[in-house]
């Protein structure tokens, strides 16, 4: 399996509740930038994979021009900030398998995000994603942790 792990763009800090905090307006930005600048490896993305949380699914709603139609997309509880990183990585894989899914974009938070890095690369040092960084990650034949890339902010301005 092919996956890619998305951190969600920048949110602001004026909801009372974490779950509830949207996108900035430089959030929504770096979302679109990282879309269309990694179109070509989203292009074959077969099912996306997104946490509840306002901010991931505003994500979710700013890169779905950088995916091919018919992706297949499920909102999923085990990919809030906090959720365990080896229940996230069962339940990736689960999905990933029922759906008959080859390539995986996953959009969720830090620390998950860290953690399943570290989950599906076993040794690995987790790494830090910037807002609307993305991983790559091969799982077969065996894991191999490809990249990590951020929005570059002279492209943002």
Do not use: N
Request: proline share 8%.
């Amino acid at each position: 399996m092919q996956l890619f792990l998305m951190r969600h763009g920048e949110a602001g800090f004026d909801a009372s509740v974490d779950s509830q905090r949207t996108l900035t307006d430089l959030g929504q930005r770096e979302v679109m930038h990282m879309g269309a600048k990694l179109a070509p490896e989203f292009a074959r993305c077969e099912l996306a994979l997104v946490s509840p949380y306002v901010r991931a699914q505003q994500s979710w709603v700013c890169l779905q021009a950088s995916l091919p139609e018919g992706v297949a997309v499920e909102t999923l509880d085990e990919l809030v900030p906090d959720a365990d990183p080896s229940l996230s990585h069962d339940v990736i894989a689960a999905y990933a398998d029922t759906h008959g899914a080859e390539r995986v974009l996953v959009v969720a938070h830090m620390p998950l995000l860290a953690y399943l890095v570290r989950e599906f690369v076993p040794g690995i040092e987790p790494p830090l994603f910037a807002t609307a960084a993305v991983a790559a990650i091969r799982t077969l034949p065996c894991a191999e942790f490809q990249w990590l890339k951020s929005p570059t902010v002279p492209a943002l301005l």
